[in-house]
T-cell receptor, first 114, second 111 residues
């Protein structure tokens, strides 16, 4: 099991550019989420999904789009990058079954917008 | 979801027991308490979760009093490798995909 994988690990964008952060999991988890973490801060939820074809907004969704066409993949798209989106982005997945709140996190993508 | 309050930072010497207390005064009947650990440049890692009384696993113990308005994460005999940020979260059924992370407690372990 590779767990949760994210690509790329690092990315530099110019203001106004768009790009997609990739996230995949091989644990057959229904629940997937995207968080961003700014320096010295906790994680903030961007978007989440409770299953293929179902997505919803989190705490800070503006400027980001998501889709969930398969159980395995949950890409995050930056529509028009802004310096305020400079952050580390984490993808996470969980089974969502029973009373387990164990989320498995990917290694993160460090994004810099200039 | 109930808001949590925990100390910003703590210091400990290697080999000591560390207790990190989290306050969650508005916890609801169906809410669970869960703790995560995060090392620099890594995603958070699940440590433990509980509903009431005491839960223990190979890494830590979680103490929850009867009123459930607080909880204490106990790390026995910490080592330098336990230096990390520890997050206390409150979660309810159906929120597994949208956990709310605060700023956490930064634990520094020294010799």
């Amino acid at each position: 099991n590779a767990g949760v994988t994210q690509t790329p690990k690092f990315q530099v964008l110019k203001t106004g550019q768009s790009m997609t952060l990739q996230c995949a999991q091989d644990m057959n988890h229904e629940y997937m989420s995207w968080y961003r973490q700014d320096p010295g801060m906790g994680l903030r939820l961007i978007h989440y999904s409770v299953g293929a074809g179902i997505t919803d907004q989190g705490e800070v969704p503006n400027g980001y789009n998501v889709s969930r066409s398969t159980t395995e993949d949950f890409p995050l798209r930056l529509l028009s990058a802004a310096p305020s989106q400079t952050s580390v982005y984490f993808c996470a997945s969980s089974s969502g079954q029973g009373d387990s709140w164990e989320q498995y996190f990917g290694p993160g993508t460090r994004l810099t917008v200039t | 979801l109930a808001k949590t309050t925990q100390p910003i930072s703590m210091d400990s010497y290697e080999g000591q027991e560390v207790n990190i207390t989290c306050s969650h005064n508005n916890i609801a009947t169906n809410d669970y308490i869960t703790w995560y650990q995060q090392f620099p440049s890594q995603g958070p890692r699940f440590i433990i979760q509980g509903y009431k009384t005491k839960v223990t696993n190979e890494v830590a113990s979680l103490f929850i009093p009867a009123d459930r308005k607080s909880s204490t994460l106990s790390l026995p005999r910490v080592s330098l490798s336990d230096t990390a940020v520890y997050y206390c979260l409150v979660a309810s059924t159906g929120t597994a995909s949208k956990l709310t992370f605060g700023t956490g407690t930064r634990l520094q372990v020294t010799l």
